[in-house]
């Protein structure tokens, strides 16, 4: 929190301002864990062998499919366990990059479906398909609807509770303008950031064109599962990654005075979008295809620029965001010291949410 001198005329407006920010945070800490839980308990009940909401595993082996199931149970485990730590009082007792990196990967798997799946939803409205009625007979069609609705809400009071942590611990460096951000970004990190943004900008151009109804560089296969709702899942990753481009050069370039935080926040929930979507599920995805349905070389090529974007965004923030930290707090004369290795990956993405994952 932020010291303010005792006996002033203004010294509590502050204080109470930290107060409310600090009760906010928590609580949406906790509802974080809340929203959680569906999720965790469908994955257990799997795990254990309790097949609660599935049809039909269509020859998934029983070792694979535990496998699968308690990997992501771990993953959302891990999103529960930071929604935890914010509800701590006074904030997490740990380094801001602790919880940057895992953050910055769960807004970019998440970003995707809290934009996506509302939008499904609508389909029907104007005579589209219902994206939660399960087309192959793979699972009950009211396990999308639990899953992706707790995803939902997780992600939106999981982002704004680590926003606001980040607002108290980092608020110098997230308030300051995008022309005073970039002096203080070094060389070797902002030449990343922009390889990244040139990756970002290529990849999301193919995502609206295949949105758009574009064909060049799919599969047969792939074709025919680019239905409406896969259109829209495509349409939303482009966005996410065009919006990552801009922040980005926003940012590092320092082309605007706005505060810096609304462009790290598109940087860092649209490359950890790429990197989730394009990596853990497109080049992950493409690995486990068998023979007969395999990937086009134009998709892996998509999934590994997808990749080296996330990556090379990642890079910049572990070696960028600690020194301009630091030259913000020199400048400004506060205390906290650097980010940390890793908080510029989720910095952005909490702070703007704090201020204002295929099958399940």
């Given amino acids: 929190m932020t010291d303010t001198?005792?006996?002033t005329a203004h010294a509590a407006v502050p204080a109470r301002a930290d107060a409310r920010r600090e009760v906010l945070r928590r609580r949406l800490g906790l509802a974080a864990m809340v929203a959680c839980l569906p999720y965790l308990t469908l994955k257990l009940l799997w795990v254990l062998g309790v097949d609660v909401g599935v049809v039909d595993l269509h020859?998934?082996?029983?070792g694979t499919w535990i496998a699968v199931n308690l990997v992501t149970f771990l993953m959302d485990a891990t999103a529960a366990l930071i929604a935890y730590l914010l509800t701590r009082p006074g904030g997490p007792r740990v380094r801001t990059w602790l919880l940057a990196l895992p953050m910055w990967t769960a807004s970019g798997l998440l970003s995707v479906i809290m934009l996506a799946v509302p939008l499904g939803a609508a389909q029907p409205l104007f005579g589209g398909p219902n994206p939660f009625r399960d087309q192959d007979g793979f699972l009950e069609p009211w396990v999308y609807g639990v899953v992706y609705g707790g995803f939902i809400v997780e992600?939106?009071?999981?982002?704004?509770?680590f926003g606001l942590y980040l607002h108290d611990r980092h608020g110098p460096l997230l308030h300051a303008p995008a022309t005073a951000f970039a002096r203080r970004l070094p060389a070797p990190a902002r030449a990343a950031a922009l390889a990244?943004?040139?990756?970002?900008?290529?990849?999301?151009?193919?995502?609206?064109?295949?949105?758009?109804?574009?064909r060049f560089g799919l599969t047969a296969e792939r074709l025919a599962?680019?239905?409406?709702?896969?259109r829209l899942t495509q349409g939303v990753q482009a966005a996410l990654a065009l919006a990552a481009a801009v922040g980005t050069v926003v940012a590092v370039r320092g082309l605007s005075r706005v505060r810096v935080r609304l462009p790290l926040a598109a940087a860092c929930v649209g490359s950890a979008a790429a990197f989730g979507w394009g990596s853990l599920l497109g080049a992950l995805g493409a690995l486990a295809r068998n023979a007969q349905h395999p990937s086009s070389a134009f998709m892996i090529a998509v999934y590994a620029a997808e990749t080296a974007a996330g990556l090379l965004a990642?890079?910049?923030g572990l070696t960028g965001l600690p020194v301009a930290n630091r030259s913000t707090a020199g400048e400004t004369g506060g205390v906290g010291g650097a980010v940390g290795v890793g908080a510029g990956a989720g910095a952005g993405a909490g702070a703007g949410a704090g201020e204002g994952a295929g099958r399940p």
Avoid: Y
Wanted: charged residues 5%; negative net charge.
């Fill in 59 to 62: 020859g998934t082996g029983r």
């Fill in 5 to 7: 001198p005792l006996g």
């Fill in 196 to 214: 990244a943004a040139g990756l970002l900008a290529a990849t999301g151009a193919v995502h609206l064109a295949w949105a758009c109804g574009a």
């Fill in 225 to 230: 599962e680019l239905d409406g709702t896969a």
């Fill in 155 to 161: 992600g939106a009071v999981l982002m704004g509770a």
């Fill in 314 to 316: 990642l890079g910049a």
